[in-house]
Every structure is written in structure tokens, then in C-alpha cells.
């Protein structure tokens, strides 16, 4: 974390300028540096915008009453690290529960790429796959699987469930007619709070 130096009330009236001219331009100096930290500052395009929102500490937010809201951090429900939350007059909404997703096709492998916080997808035999998220994805083995895929027989009665098997592991099971079948392909996303 940095630290700006800054003067309160100079330049101050009773003062020769020149007194106060050391502290001014360290406080302009500052200013600019402050800027620097999460915004594209002076001279730069485009300047004023963000480039991060740093957020420092967590902060439990009290009432808001509309049309005023807030955004911080505080505890997480499945462990206390920071997890970032939106907060208006009618409640509080978790804004980080997607911990991981993938794209994988009928082989298991993760296609073109596609996916977050996935370590491993691997094909266990037919219509059943498991998958590994990286380490700290999530917390524990307290969170949720959606599933989607695309069939290769769309009419025929098709499910898909899973089942966690420890903590950032799970298994992916495709059934058609109760019998195990690999989908065409398939996507998931995983969410914590």
C-alpha cells in the first residue's frame, strides 16, 4: 500500500507564498500520484477512467436508502476471505460467486480454451466425467454445479446430474433413458458464496 504526503490548508493566507510553496507542489505532486494508483491520470488516454478498483479492507455497508447503493467487501460465507457484494435498499447481492466454468466436448477435453479456474476435465468411461478445479477456486466442498449440453439424441428422455467429490472435485454424469451416453458437448459453471 502507498502513502501521499499532504498538507491541509496551504497555501494559507497569513503566509509568505513562499513558505508554502514547498508543500504545494508536494501536494500536487500527491494528487497526481493518488490518481495513478486505480485510474489512467493526467497526460494519458483515457484519462480519468478506471483501471482497477482496489478495495482495501472489508466493510460491512449499513442501510441505503434509494437511490443511493454501495459496493464492498466483507467475509464470504464458505470462508472468510474477501467476496465483493452490491447493497441497495432492497438487499444485499453477492457479486462473486462464479468460482470456475468450462466448455468441454465429448472426449472431456476443455475446448479452444474455454474455461476459468479448471484444472482438469477427463472422460472416466461413457457419460461420466470428472473435473478439477485449481487450487482455492473454491473453499470447500460446499458449492453448486449447472450443467448444460448439447445432445446428440434431443428427443430421447435425457438427464445429466453430478456429484462433488472433495473439495474443487466433481464427477458429470449424461444419461439417455437411463443409459450412460456422451453428450455432444458440454459447459458448467461452478458458484460459491
Not at 466436448?105 to 466425467?129: E, H, L, P, R
Not at 446430474?161 to 472435485?169: E, H
Request: glycine share 6%; with cysteine.
Amino acid at each position: 500500500m502507498s502513502s501521499f504526503s499532504y498538507s491541509r490548508d496551504i497555501p494559507d493566507g497569513p503566509n509568505n507564498p513562499t513558505q508554502d510553496q514547498p508543500n504545494m507542489k508536494i501536494n500536487t505532486n500527491s494528487i497526481e500520484d493518488i490518481l495513478n494508483v486505480d485510474h489512467v491520470t493526467f497526460r494519458q488516454v483515457p484519462g480519468g477512467t478506471h483501471k482497477q478498483l482496489t478495495i482495501s479492507s472489508k466493510n460491512v455497508a449499513g442501510l441505503q436508502t434509494d437511490p443511493q447503493s454501495v459496493v464492498y467487501t466483507d467475509n464470504g460465507t464458505a470462508s472468510t476471505v474477501a467476496q465483493l457484494f452490491f447493497r441497495n435498499q432492497n438487499r444485499i447481492f453477492h457479486l462473486s460467486p462464479i468460482r470456475a466454468w468450462g466448455f468441454a466436448d465429448s472426449s472431456g477435453a476443455i475446448s479452444n480454451s474455454q474455461s476459468f479456474n479448471v484444472s482438469t476435465s477427463i472422460k472416466n468411461s461413457a457419460g461420466n466425467y470428472s473435473v478439477t478445479l485449481v487450487a482455492n477456486a473454491v473453499s470447500t466442498d460446499k458449492f453448486a454445479v449447472l450443467v448444460s449440453y448439447q445432445s446428440n439424441t434431443p428427443t430421447a428422455a435425457r438427464n445429466c446430474s453430478y456429484a462433488i467429490t472433495g473439495v474443487g472435485t466433481f464427477d458429470l454424469f449424461f444419461n439417455v433413458v437411463a443409459i450412460p451416453q456422451d453428450p455432444v458437448n458440454f459447459s458448467f459453471i461452478v458458484l460459491q458464496i
